[in-house]
């Protein structure tokens, strides 16, 4: 959800992941952070929370999308920094290491 649409006494009783909550118990870096990091998926950073929250979404319900659903996927959030090519190769560096592959850029 974006918090900008939800009261907050709507969410009472819901657990809610924020940006904090998405490192690793250890404290370090997800892979999805680790993407963003490595690939330069961000500029100023200013939409960077909404895009990894949506991103780990994204990769829960399809751990090995294709960059049209990758673009699809978090086409509710917007950028206006990176023109969304780096963003969306942070995601796909998330996804194989979630699956536990090298990451492979994209013929263009
Ligand atoms: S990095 Fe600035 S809005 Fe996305």
């Known amino acids: 959800m974006k918090s900008c649409t939800v009261f907050a006494v709507q969410a009472q009783g819901a657990d809610i992941m924020t940006i904090e909550g998405v490192a690793n118990a250890d404290g370090t870096l997800s892979a999805l952070q680790e993407g ?28 090995n999308p294709t960059e049209a659903e990758i673009r699809m996927g978090i086409s509710g959030n917007f950028c206006r920094c990176t023109g969304y090519q780096n963003i969306v190769r942070a995601i796909q560096y998330a996804a194989a290491k979630i699956n536990g592959v090298e990451f492979q850029e994209a013929a263009e």
Do not use: D, Y
Request: glycine content about 10%; some cysteine; hydrophobic content about 40%.
């Open 36 to 63: 963003f990091r490595m690939m330069h998926g961000l500029q100023c950073g200013f939409c960077t929370p909404g895009m990894i929250l949506r991103a780990q979404r994204l990769l829960k319900e399809n751990p």
